[in-house]
């Protein structure tokens, strides 16, 4: 279910929670088809009265907001599901890469509310980013990756290969075949490993 907003501290009921939840996914919806609808589209899509919406959020700017709040519960319970902390690091890399694209896939509209290098509540939670490249510094440590690697800048890349992926993956491409790929990239990248990388930019480069 999706991160839930809490206005109170007085618990939401079971009917609210459904009534926000199915809200959200409307949301998704609405804004997938049309990033400009407004908070009567995301309610007709939701079959609830305008009202409602408006009562659980006061502008869109609040919806995408728990939108994107939806988005890093459901990254942390990928996290949490794929052992991040305690499996072998190829393992766990592979489930949550698994778990990444088909959220990616789902949440299409909401993810993109979201920035890597944001600071404010609309990028991704610290403490998801953190255990990301928890697991990815366990990665090198493990041997997966040269020794060296920047882990930001490793984060950066695997979070772009998801991207893509999600990107041209079409409808009857299962999420693991395109996990393998990623992870063939990311573990083995596409360059020949034989070339002396130093020596090739050493090169004067050569006129048509």
Do not use: C
Request: hydrophobic letters at 45%; proline letters at 5%.
């Amino acid at each position: 279910m999706p991160d839930i907003p809490q206005r109170s501290s007085r618990p939401l009921r079971a009917d609210a929670e459904q009534s926000i939840a199915r809200i959200l996914i409307a949301a998704e919806q609405v804004f997938a088809a049309d990033p400009s609808a407004t908070l009567e589209a995301v309610a007709s899509a939701a079959g609830v009265a305008r009202a409602t919406v408006h009562r659980r959020f006061s502008s869109r700017d609040d919806l995408r907001d728990a939108l994107v709040n939806a988005i890093n519960t459901k990254l942390r319970d990928a996290i949490a599901s794929a052992n991040t902390d305690t499996a072998p690091p190829l393992v766990a890399l592979y489930q949550l890469t698994v778990a990444t694209l088909d959220l990616k896939v789902d949440w299409r509209a909401s993810w993109q509310l979201i920035d890597l290098d944001a600071t404010d509540q609309r990028g991704i939670d610290p403490s998801n980013i953190s255990h990301l490249d928890a697991l990815l510094q366990r990665s090198q440590d493990a041997g997966l990756f040269r020794p060296g690697i920047d882990i930001p800048w490793a984060r950066s890349v695997y979070m772009a290969l998801i991207h893509e992926a999600s990107t041209i993956r079409s409808e009857n491409e299962s999420a693991s075949h395109w996990a393998n790929r990623i992870m063939q990239t990311l573990l083995s990248g596409i360059g020949n490993n034989e070339h002396n990388l130093e020596a090739l930019l050493a090169q004067p480069p050569t006129s048509d």
